[in-house]
């Protein structure tokens, strides 16, 4: 074994494969906006934006030096997602051609010297009560009522389609929609969105956690394979502690593989025992207290496991959503989380 490292692996293939699962569920002419704030979710800002720019329609993203960066290499829609707060800003955008969300009236003294210039998404606040512009000011963003500008707002909900506060925004919106000029386009929804309100999908869609997998809809692939290798087999008697605290107590024999990874290279600490792993095509699991460096896992079922061989954390096969369901987690979080140490490895740009 050469000197073990934890390793992150994406394969955009699989992302161009869940953006067309998203694809699939949406009116023909919607389009999408990959959303790829974060570095991408964690995926990488520049390689993602390399491997989607012929299957996608623009991006999103927050911050104004993200959307600079992909300007280089891409020529699709761009847009700052958080709006901009200075006229240098605003100068910026109007130079590489960025498109703007403005969600606040105090954003109106800019945006209005840049009304001829830039393209506009105004974000309404529907009931999620975070960013966005209140009904009842709309009428104070008239001059940005132009065919060429979007009227946008985002779900609070949206993953849970019962939740009653989803009928609500939709009725908000709605209420925008017949003050403005019914020229402009409309975009609501998200990943979870795309799958659970499809038929307010209108004319751009934002996903974000979809195109990396991280959401549960059939065919939807985790992107990212997490893994490391065993540095160390035990064999336990029966009543033996494992890890610190002691938290695990065999009732058995029992065999434990310790992998080459912990909470310092991204794995959730608070991951608790049971929670799935992969080794050698079988699956496994974590038992006792993840360390900083180093996860121990129950290999006993487990056949020729020996040292050196690769364990996936998570995986095309091993959907994050084990990890963050089981722990209660989000695998918004997890993604973005991965350490620096981690080495990286991209496939299919
Ligand atoms: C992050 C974000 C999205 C994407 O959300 P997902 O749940 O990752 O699909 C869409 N719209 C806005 C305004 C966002 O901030």
């Excluded at 023909?28 to 906006?33: G, R, V, W």
Aim: aromatic share 8%; net charge neutral.
């Amino acid at each position: 074994m050469i000197e073990p490292n934890s390793e992150l692996i994406i394969d955009f293939e699989l992302v161009r494969d869940n953006i067309k699962i998203i694809r699939d569920n949406l009116p023909t002419n919607c389009k999408i906006m990959g959303i790829i704030k974060s570095n991408a979710y964690g995926h990488d800002l520049e390689k993602t934006t390399q491997a989607l720019d012929k299957v996608i329609d623009g991006y999103g993203v927050v911050r104004l030096e993200e959307a600079l960066k992909i300007r280089e290499s891409s020529l699709k829609p761009i847009l700052a997602m958080q709006g901009v707060y200075s006229s240098e800003a605003y100068e910026t955008l109007n130079k590489n051609n960025i498109w703007a969300v403005i969600h606040s009236v105090s954003q109106l003294p800019l945006a209005k010297q840049y009304k001829d210039k830039l393209v506009h998404w105004i974000k309404v606040n529907t009931g999620m009560n975070r960013l966005g512009i209140r009904l009842d000011d709309l009428d104070h963003f008239q001059l940005l009522f132009k065919d060429s500008n979007v009227l946008m707002t985002h779900l609070a909900c949206a993953d849970n389609p019962k939740d009653e506060l989803n009928v609500m925004q939709f009725k908000n919106f709605d209420h925008a929609w017949n003050k403005v000029s019914k020229n402009m386009k409309r975009s609501i929804l998200n990943s979870a969105g795309v799958f659970n309100f499809a038929d307010q999908a209108y004319d751009w869609v934002r996903p974000g956690i979809a195109m990396y997998g991280g959401i549960n809809f059939p065919g939807l692939k985790t992107a990212m394979t997490f893994r490391s290798q065993i540095i160390s087999i035990q064999s336990l008697g029966k009543n033996e502690r494992i890890g610190y605290g002691g938290r695990v107590k065999t009732n058995k024999p029992t065999k434990i593989a310790v992998v080459y990874c912990g909470y310092a290279d991204g794995f959730p600490q608070t991951a608790i025992d049971g929670t799935s792993v992969i080794v050698n095509s079988h699956k496994s699991q974590i038992i006792g207290r993840v360390s900083m460096d180093l996860i121990s896992i129950d290999i006993t079922e487990i056949p020729d496991c020996k040292i050196g061989d690769w364990c996936e954390l998570w995986s095309p096969d091993m959907s994050i959503l084990e990890n963050t369901q089981k722990n209660g987690l989000l695998s918004y979080e997890l993604m973005t989380k991965m350490n620096q140490r981690v080495k990286r490895d991209y496939l299919n740009i």
